[in-house]
């Protein structure tokens, strides 16, 4: 079978993005004088703007010691800057009935405003503000210190959150992937306020960065402003990260022994790159098995069995690998019975096409979801942003949705083959179960 190529490269360009129904002059990308990359989309219709600044920084970047710093930085850029306070920071856009946050992931830190339209101004100022004048005072980083200790604890205390930190150690072991992105207790109770200037110096530069923007706004008005308050931001270039190491070919399993009133299980493997041709076809085979109520997964596992509440398929993609996983919570006793029945599944859908109807509820479910995600200003701001971010071009829904509507019913079952082999197959299990070898026994397709 063919594979399609869906990535069209716009690396270095200054073009116009064309959207659902061809050229759509209100999305525009521009580099500024100092080389920040800043790429938006103009939504008259709606009273908001919705802007980030993106920072190429997260935890692919770190080495062991300083694991956790770039989720560190993020918390401190919110402490105060020279020209406000950290409670200053927050009143000043929460005080016009704004929206204020900001986010780190494997291969990006993101800090997002969303305004009314007419305090657009403040919110380029708050955050130009946060990124060029970070105060990162020793009273703050011990602060700041403990809650980060707190907030790995309370995901340790969370099963069903842990578990996927665990899953991600089996698939990336001993590399940036598999760490956690907050870091560990000593590496974030290690990490002193030097390293956090250094790198704040190092990865906080123009060739580092893209600003992304939608709303309602007037693109040379956006542009000229965005010029003033970002313009001074110092230059430099794009930063490396490790690549993902190659995979284990052999089942692998992580069992967490511990008193809870259910077995959280991950159950899947390495999956396909943010880059890959077939990555839309591997995003219909998680919809279809898990994605949503009418899903494969929902309809064997909760509905007809009653054996988890909640179960979900994803396909999660960084740059250059990503993972399939296969997420639940359930009675411990029933643990052998969930998994027999999640890997027949599996192995139902590489060796069995699915039908024309299933495949094309599963398109519509995707695009249709896309679509209206893409009516809020938020998220079209973080779909323009991320993937400018990540991959030095942006993804037009008119590209998505002919990527997604090529798939076929052959292209689920070459890629199920691909993914789903007992080579493959990965499992991260916390709950009051010791007997590995039994469950090593169930690891089958």
């Not at 270095?12 to 938006?40: C, H, W, Y």
């Not at 927050?90 to 009314?116: M, P």
């Not at 839309?280 to 309809?299: A, D, K, P």
């Not at 689920?412 to 990965?426: C, P």
Request: proline share 3%; aromatic share 8%.
């Amino acid at each position: 079978m063919i594979q399609y190529e869906c990535l069209t490269n716009y690396r270095n360009q200054d073009i116009l993005l064309r959207m659902i129904n061809g050229e759509n002059p209100n999305a525009f990308k521009s580099v500024l004088s100092n080389g920040l990359t800043v790429i938006g989309r103009q939504m008259p219709s709606l009273s908001s703007v919705a802007m980030g600044i993106w920072i190429g920084a997260g935890s692919r970047y770190e080495t062991a010691k300083i694991n956790g710093i770039s989720h560190f930085l993020e918390h401190l850029l919110f402490k105060g800057t020279k020209k406000r306070s950290g409670e200053q920071l927050k009143q000043a856009i929460e005080g016009v009935g704004g929206s204020f946050n900001g986010f780190t992931s494997e291969e990006a830190t993101c800090y997002l405003v969303k305004v009314v339209n007419k305090h657009t101004s403040l919110g380029l100022d708050v955050l130009s503000d946060m990124v060029k004048n970070p105060l990162l005072k020793e009273a703050d980083i011990e602060k700041e210190r403990r809650v980060i200790i707190q907030e790995i604890k309370m995901y340790e205390d969370l099963p069903s959150h842990y578990v996927h930190e665990l899953f991600g150690e089996l698939l990336w072991p001993d590399h940036p992937l598999g760490r956690n992105i907050a870091g560990t207790l000593q590496s974030v109770s290690s990490i002193k306020r030097k390293a956090l200037l250094d790198y704040w110096e190092e990865y906080y530069q123009t060739g580092n960065s893209v600003f992304s923007i939608s709303g309602n706004f007037k693109k040379e008005t956006i542009l000229s402003q965005i010029e003033g308050y970002f313009g001074k931001i110092k230059k430099g270039k794009r930063k490396k990260f490790l690549p993902a190491k190659r995979k284990i070919n052999h089942p692998q399993i992580k069992l967490n022994f511990k008193e809870t009133e259910q077995a959280h299980l991950c159950l899947g493997g390495i999956g396909l790159s943010r880059n890959h041709p077939d990555r839309y076809t591997l995003e219909l085979l998680s919809t279809i098995l898990g994605g949503n109520m009418s899903s494969r997964l929902f309809r064997e596992v909760r509905e007809k069995r009653s054996l988890a509440y909640a179960i979900r398929a994803e396909s999660h993609q960084q740059h250059d690998t990503g993972a399939f996983v296969v997420s639940a919570g359930v009675a411990p006793e029933r643990t052998k019975e969930a998994l027999r029945v999640i890997l027949k599944e599996l192995k139902k859908i590489k060796e069995k096409n699915v039908s024309p109807g299933e495949l094309k509820r599963a398109k519509d479910f995707l695009l249709g979801q896309l679509t209206l995600s893409l009516e809020d200003s938020s998220s079209y701001m973080l779909w323009l942003g991320s993937q400018q971010i990540t991959e030095g071009r942006t993804e037009t829904f008119k590209e998505v949705k002919d990527c997604i509507n090529r798939v076929e019913e052959q292209d689920l079952k070459r890629i199920a083959s691909l993914i789903f082999q007992n080579s493959n197959l990965k499992l991260a299990l916390i709950g009051p179960l010791k007997n590995k070898e039994e469950l090593f026994s169930f690891l089958k397709l």
